[in-house]
């Protein structure tokens, strides 16, 4: 009878272990379709869009840098070109007579806190901002007092053609101007408006030749019979600048 029973409770405890071991075996293929079926909807789905892509393309277009009197104001334009240290950072070429220290920035990148802060070819970084609000930031350096950046299309005011009729004088950079021309309120064909050029106008005009002129999403545009235009942008209240930029720098200054 001993005997026997060892028997029977050696064959059950083997019965045990072979049916735990199958069901073991059930349970590890359970697991592995499952991270397989997990694996394939993953790879079928695009990956998700890291922060720093985020953040790179809500900054990048044009944006308006200025003191906090807001008497000296100047241009840049972020993009999303990788360079040392961030991305490219390309600054209005009046910026350095406003502000000195902008002459070495040419990037920028926004730190784990979400500072912003502009680099220098090295990637060290010239100023640090911290954003205030949405579209927003500021910051402060001993030499320069306290700097705003904003987007420019919180700043861009809205202008009708009665604001910019008159005369205007057409510069190379910050010198005396090589012509002046009168913007008119007059209709000069269809969506467009007169535009007189005074006796004495330089080469560089003259050969343009405008004769009518238009605003288009802000900007101001010079329109010449040929089909060809002069497209600016306003830097302050009283001038404009041509773009895009160029090293032969035009502005038109109100008279």
Same mark, same amino acid.
């Given at each position: 009878?001993?005997?026997?029973? @060892?028997?029977?409770?050696?064959?059950?405890?083997?019965?045990?272990?072979?049916?735990?071991?199958?069901?073991?075996?059930?349970?590890?293929?359970?697991?592995? *379709?499952?991270?397989?079926? *997990?694996?394939?909807?993953?790879?079928?789905?695009?990956?998700?869009?890291?922060?720093?892509?985020?953040?790179?393309?809500?900054?990048?277009?044009?944006?308006?840098?200025?003191?906090?009197?807001?008497?000296?104001?100047?241009?840049?334009?972020?993009?999303?070109?990788?360079?040392?240290?961030?991305?490219?950072?390309?600054?209005?070429?009046?910026?350095?007579?406003?502000?000195?220290?902008?002459?070495?920035?040419?990037?920028?990148?926004?730190?784990?806190?979400?500072? @912003?802060?502009? @680099?220098?070819?090295?990637?060290?970084?010239?100023?640090?901002?911290?954003?205030?609000?949405?579209?927003?930031?500021?910051?402060?350096?001993?030499?320069?007092?306290?700097?705003?950046?904003?987007?420019?299309?919180?700043?861009?005011?809205?202008?009708?053609?009665?604001?910019?009729?008159?005369?205007?004088? !057409?510069?190379?950079?910050?010198?005396?101007?090589?012509?002046?021309?009168?913007?008119?309120?007059?209709?000069?064909?269809?969506?467009?408006?007169?535009?007189?050029?005074?006796?004495?106008?330089?080469?560089?005009?003259? *050969?343009?030749?405008? !004769?009518?002129?238009?605003?288009?999403?802000?900007?101001? !545009?010079? @329109?010449?019979?040929?089909?060809?235009?002069?497209?600016?942008?306003?830097?302050?209240?009283?001038?404009? *600048?041509?773009?895009?930029?160029?090293?032969?720098?035009?502005?038109?200054?109100?008279?």
């Amino acid at each position: 009878m001993k005997f026997g029973a @060892l028997i029977f409770a050696a064959t059950a405890a083997m019965l045990y272990g072979a049916g735990a071991l199958a069901q073991n075996q059930d349970l590890l293929k359970q697991d592995s *379709q499952k991270q397989d079926t *997990q694996n394939t909807v993953t790879e079928g789905q695009p990956a998700p869009p890291s922060p720093a892509a985020d953040t790179t393309t809500t900054m990048a277009g044009a944006w308006e840098f200025s003191n906090a009197d807001h008497d000296k104001i100047c241009h840049f334009t972020f993009r999303t070109d990788a360079v040392t240290g961030g991305s490219k950072l390309d600054v209005d070429k009046n910026c350095p007579n406003l502000f000195p220290s902008t002459k070495d920035i040419v990037a920028w990148a926004r730190d784990n806190y979400g500072s @912003l802060r502009l @680099l220098d070819a090295q990637g060290n970084a010239v100023i640090e901002l911290t954003e205030v609000e949405s579209g927003m930031f500021d910051g402060f350096t001993p030499e320069e007092g306290r700097y705003i950046l904003q987007t420019a299309a919180a700043t861009a005011p809205t202008r009708s053609a009665a604001d910019l009729t008159g005369d205007w004088g !057409v510069s190379r950079g910050t010198g005396k101007p090589i012509c002046v021309i009168t913007l008119a309120n007059s209709q000069a064909g269809n969506d467009v408006l007169a535009l007189k050029i005074k006796p004495g106008c330089d080469a560089t005009v003259t *050969q343009f030749n405008p !004769v009518a002129w238009r605003m288009e999403e802000g900007e101001l !545009v010079l @329109l010449s019979p040929r089909g060809q235009s002069w497209q600016f942008e306003e830097t302050d209240t009283n001038t404009w *600048q041509r773009v895009p930029e160029s090293p032969d720098l035009i502005l038109l200054v109100r008279q």
